[in-house]
Nanobody, 115 residues
Framework: QVQLVESGGGLVQPGGSLRLSCAAS????????MGWYRQAPGKQRELVAT???????NYADSVKGRFTISRDNAKNTVYLQMNSLKPEDTAVYYC?????????WGQGTQVTVSS
């Protein structure tokens, strides 16, 4: 059984920063692509960023230059550094991980950008 535990969400003012973490635990035999998605109220879940096992990254246009995804394979953890946050970044952020050809989602962490 695999578990994904997210942390790092919260309330931040516009222009501020947050760092999200997602740690995978359990029966893990080879982690593939890891990523972050988000869902704002009344909207569909959308991709934020992904990082492959070879550390190739991909970002949504809306976050390019502001967000950075990274991973620590020794800790089975993926991070999302979010800078220059905007009110439109407000959403529940979900971690997504491919492990041994199966896809897993975290429970979600709320990010609210407001003054």
């Amino acid at each position: 059984q695999v578990q994904l535990v997210e942390s790092g969400g919260g309330l931040v003012q516009p222009g501020g920063s947050l760092r999200l973490s997602c740690a995978a635990s359990g029966s893990i035999f080879g982690i593939g692509t890891m990523g972050w998605y988000r869902q704002a109220p009344g909207k569909q879940r959308e991709l934020v960023a992904t990082i492959t096992s070879g550390s190739t990254t991909n970002y949504a246009d809306s976050v390019k230059g502001r967000f950075t995804i990274s991973r620590d394979n020794a800790k089975n953890t993926v991070y999302l550094q979010m800078n220059s946050l905007k009110p439109e970044d407000t959403a529940v952020y979900y971690c997504n991980v491919w492990i041994t050809h199966r896809n897993y989602w975290g429970q979600g962490t709320q990010v609210t950008v407001s003054s």
